[in-house]
């Protein structure tokens, strides 16, 4: 049995009277692509900002790489956040860096290496997402939506992180652009070791890339597993969201 | 052997070459003292890295021994490697597949440049302020053709919040002016005996300069600098463009609005700021040299002459163009980047600050002329 990295036993969170989650489960094993799935409101970027201790919620455990996040006093916390990287939706690169800065940020606050060895690894990790080398002068404001995401990827990857979570990693790339970004994912899982939680739109990447996922819907997991397993269970909202027998993924 | 939870590096002096034993974690926390070892070090002109021992490894690690690598290699000592596993290996192909160029940082311009492209910036920057303002007449004059196209309904909300909602701050503000005022002149005008003039001074100073003044420094820091994030955030949003595409014109709905607003609310606010302000210098008259309200009034009727206080009310207009006019004019400019609205925010106070005491300034000089 692998390692388990992620588990999630009966979250369940509200907003006033709306309710989000009612007791979802999901697990995550070590060194695997894994996705949660579902349509726009269905919960899944809140269940991913509760992993990553950006919001609470109301019942239930949540194990991230051994931590339980209830009961998680502040210091444990700030050694959880180091061990993993988390890419947003838009970015988020700090604004008044530029890319290679918000890089060795990371490096300046979080180890004492010598700064020839942190602009070293800035021009490493820059490469290892496939940005030129003269990216890291320029600022956020003068990049394209595509070297955005790449440039936020190489701060995510920063501390070598042993998990990473990545927010709609290809939303806004066009078609190729997202398959690089798939191929770049699967290269960086199998040779760095990681273990990568995403949340994703794209039915491409869903195809080829992704080993397990969870599909939310009415606030519950209908389904976990692979999608040659999920595909097999009869659900209005799987044949909706993989729009079965018409022009999406074939079983 | 050693304990493998931190980096080390052994040193062994051969007669031929230099052996480095490596071992243990070379991962991101443990590698400074390997650093500040590897940064002493004097090889002689074959090294030998022996990395058989290195229990952990990580990017980190692979860039350490690269960045010694090549520095060594520069001063002409060949290295080698041996006792190298294959997940390191694959790992450092990862890392370093042959498209590591050096790329050096953009230089940066003389002091000299960056004086000259300032000065050039600020000048372009007047010029478009007035291409700006003559735009705004243009569809003035046109919107003045068709008064339909007026928009009253948003004058009267603009009017109404930066005026009316500006009343306590401003009676703040002037009530504080007026107490300085008084207060310091008293201590002066009593060495003589004149209290009484203590009327003449705060009646003609405060309606005449600082009530105005004071206003529109409020005004500038409240109104203008709300006018700028709110057409800023506007074309960040791209608001703006989805308006000229509908045939919109942002000058007719965005900047005329509020400097006409901002044009009738500014006299009124003079004119309120100057009664809370001659309040303030009443209630210190009265503490300080027992002068009572109703003789202040009194000796006020004939120390005030009219002109003072239309002066005063008259610049109100002038101030609130230039406030509206230029907060709007840096609302506009405001790019799509996050930082640029905080930039344009900041520009628009000092400059429509600027503006009005040299618009001040000018006031004075032209009415002293005048023998006003």
Known sequence: ?251 | MQSSSTAHLKIISEPSHTLLQCSGMWTLPYLSTVTYQLETLHPKSLLIWDVSNISELDSAGIALWHLYHRAFEKEGITSELIGINENHSKLYSLLYSGKNEIFSPPTRPSWLYSLGEGAHKNLTGITQFIAFLGEAFVLLFYTLLHPSKIRYRSIVAHIFTTGASALPIIAISAFLIGVVIAYQSIVQLQKFGADIFIVDTIGISLTRELAPLITAIVVAGRSGSAFTAQIGAMKMTQEIDAMKTMGFDPFTFLVWPRVIALMIVMPLLIFFADIIGIFGGMVIAQAQSNLSFTEFIHRLQGALALKHYMIGIIKGPFFAFLIAMVSTYRGMQVSSNTESIGYYTTKSVVNAIFLVIACDALFSILLTELNL
């Open chain 1, 1 to 251: 049995m692998k390692h388990v990295i992620i588990e999630a036993r009966d979250i369940v969170t509200s907003f006033g009277d709306t309710i989000i989650h009612d007791h979802v489960n999901c697990t995550v094993y070590e060194n695997e692509i894994y996705a949660l799935l579902g349509g726009s409101g269905s919960g899944k970027s809140t269940l991913l900002r509760e992993m990553i201790l950006l919001q609470s919620f109301q019942s239930g455990t949540l194990n991230v790489l051994g931590y339980n996040l209830t009961t998680i006093t502040p210091l444990q916390a700030q050694d959880l956040r180091r061990q993993w990287g988390v890419l947003f939706q838009s970015g988020a690169l700090y604004s008044s860096l530029s890319v290679g800065e918000n890089i060795a940020m990371l490096y300046r606050e979080y180890t004492d290496l010598s700064p020839k060895l942190i602009d070293e690894l800035v021009a490493l990790k820059i490469d290892l997402v496939g940005l030129p080398q003269h990216a890291r002068y320029l600022f956020p404001s003068e990049l394209s939506g595509g070297m955005i995401k790449r440039a936020a990827l190489a701060r995510a990857l920063a501390l070598d992180p042993k998990l990473l979570f990545l927010d709609e990693p290809t939303s806004g790339l066009d078609p190729l652009s997202s398959r690089q970004f798939d191929a770049l994912i699967q290269q960086l899982r199998d040779l760095l070791g990681l273990t990568i939680v995403m949340v994703t739109h794209d039915l491409d990447t869903i195809h080829n890339s992704i080993d397990r996922f969870a599909l939310l819907g009415d606030k519950k997991v209908i389904a976990e597993g692979r999608l040659s397993e999920v595909l097999q269970i009869d659900h209005p909202l799987v044949d909706y969201f993989f729009q079965k027998g018409s022009y999406g993924i074939k079983g």
